[in-house]
């Protein structure tokens, strides 16, 4: 399972609140990353109130 793997190049950090998850996030170094998947690109997804996902691209 990918979340048991734990590389140096990655940070996986989760939030609750009452045990509920409400948010998730992955931070990479995407030059040291295995295959390279990501190029210069960053994503990152936020929860909604509605529990539904927003989803966001950062480039350089």
């Known amino acids: 399972m990918e979340l048991d793997r734990n590389p140096d190049w990655r940070e996986q950090l989760i939030t609750q609140i009452e045990g509920r998850p409400i948010g998730f996030i ?15 690109v960053a994503i990152v997804w936020l929860n909604r109130e509605d529990d539904k996902f927003l989803e966001l691209k950062l480039c350089e």
């Open 26 to 40: 992955q931070i990479i170094n995407p030059a040291r990353e295995e295959s390279h998947y990501w190029g210069d």
